[in-house]
């Protein structure tokens, strides 16, 4: 099976679903990332002395540590502006994300959710068109039979003050896919690669808060118990 996660920035995969990421890959299912920017516009540059392009370069390169550490099917990173998704017209993101989702025939796709777990824009916009574009694909053949978005319980989020963290409530889970303590080294292991990012890291106590129950919630289902498998029960 197949499987893409469409996020706007370096490290949304290893802050979010690399342990399921992990697993995946570990039962031999193909797994890609789209990440929509290279993420050159974080506060971090200021402290590295770096331009918003040569930062996106450097976390490029730190992307491409991470595909090597997850073993990715195939890693795209677009180049669209970091924390200027809203500023564009989203049918132009639309096209790019359609274009890229045509060449790989997915049968899940996965990305944020509608509060973006951290509420930051891009994430918002990143799932606005996702959803869009799923929601005018997903009946012709080969196209994606699910969308899914990751997230965050209750006791995870307070374990990160750094900033705000929208948890799902009971009702919004859909899945709880379970993973082992491989798949969480894995993910530790990928956050490492993000040698920019070690203080944000650090400071918002990621890596505790990696679990082995992953959270996800589906785009226009919903079950009498949540599914323990991404993959599981897919509409036809």
Do not use: W
């Amino acid at each position: 099976m197949k499987i893409l996660f469409i996020l706007p920035h370096p490290d949304d995969e290893s802050f979010g679903p690399a342990p399921v990421i992990d697993k995946y890959i570990k039962q031999g299912h193909q797994v890609f990332l789209l990440t929509l920017t290279k993420g050159g516009a974080t506060k971090q540059r200021h402290k590295l002395n770096l331009s918003i392009e040569k930062m996106g370069e450097v976390r490029y390169q730190e992307m491409l540590c991470v595909s090597k550490i997850l073993n990715l099917s195939d890693l795209t990173v677009l180049d669209l502006p970091d924390s200027g998704l809203k500023d564009m017209d989203p049918r132009d993101i639309e096209s790019v994300i359609k274009n890229h989702i045509s060449k790989l025939n997915p049968d899940v796709l996965v990305t944020y959710p509608v509060h973006g777990i951290s509420g930051f824009s891009d994430h918002l916009v990143c799932h606005a068109v996702v959803k869009r574009v799923f929601s005018e694909i997903r009946h012709p053949v080969n196209s994606p039979k699910r969308l899914a978005f990751f997230g965050v319980s209750e006791g995870e989020a307070k374990i990160n003050s750094y900033f705000s963290v929208k948890p799902f409530t009971g009702d919004e889970i859909d899945c709880i896919v379970s993973v082992k303590d491989k798949n969480i080294e894995a993910a530790k292991n990928a956050l490492d690669c993000y040698k920019t990012y070690t203080e944000v890291i650090e400071k918002t106590r990621i890596k505790e808060m990696l679990s082995k129950s992953a959270l996800f919630n589906f785009f226009r289902e919903s079950f009498p118990k949540p599914l323990d498998d991404l993959f599981a029960e897919l509409p036809q």
